[in-house]
């Protein structure tokens, strides 16, 4: 970890200007630009509210913010995996050219889409105040969560990077694999309705509802974490960066023979 750590500090220039060309690439020739980062959740979250709400049957005046909370976290795990996962292969030409540590690729895409992220907070906050949720002393606790599912990013991140090089088609079935983890975090639907039919433990299981839940406990519904959940999601996110690292280590050489 020493050594990461230094690498990091030894290559950091690099690192900004491999964040700051995601970034600009993921908006390049589109005419909103960034302000896309705050129309497409504001959009996603009216049309999601609009339909569920009605299958609800119910009457919450939170439930946009409810979804979006959720959405935008599931957003980020979505997108930061999904561009760690092709980073090698995307920055192929720059590494059989120049040396630069590979785990750089990876890490870049994390963190450009948890930057494109934080950014997008600022619609929830406008949210929140449409709807008048008073703010609680639990919000300033929120970076712990988003700290979690960060780690949680870039450990899954690094293996399916490393996976990815040599299985082509893992592409394809991350894509399925999100879409179950997406219905799996309870994004639009109580998850109450689902546990009486005896699936409760689906959401047990689901690293990233354990952040969901955190989240919106604490700048939702104002109130303390759910320590049982909160303990996994952190010990998932830690165990899955250290066998993220050491998996990418062990693989790196034999990338340049297969990109």
Known sequence: MKTVL????KYKYLLQQLVLKDIKLKYRRSYLGYVWTLLEPLLTMIVLAVVFDKLRGKDDPCFPVYILTARLLYTFFSNGTKSAMKSIRANASMIKKVYVPKYMY???GVLSNFIIFLLSLVVLIATEAFFQIKPTAYMLLSWLPLLILLIMTMGVGLILSTMAVFFRDLEYLWNIALMLIMYCSAIFYS?????????SWVFDLNPLYAVIRNFRNLVLYGRGFHQPSMI?????AVGSLIIGLLVFYK????FILNI
């Open 6 to 9: 230094k690498t990091l500090n």
């Open 232 to 236: 996994y999601a952190s010990c998932f």
């Open 106 to 108: 990876p890490l870049s």
């Open 191 to 199: 998850p109450e309705s689902v546990a009486k039919e005896g699936f």
């Open 251 to 254: 693989k790196q050489d034999d």
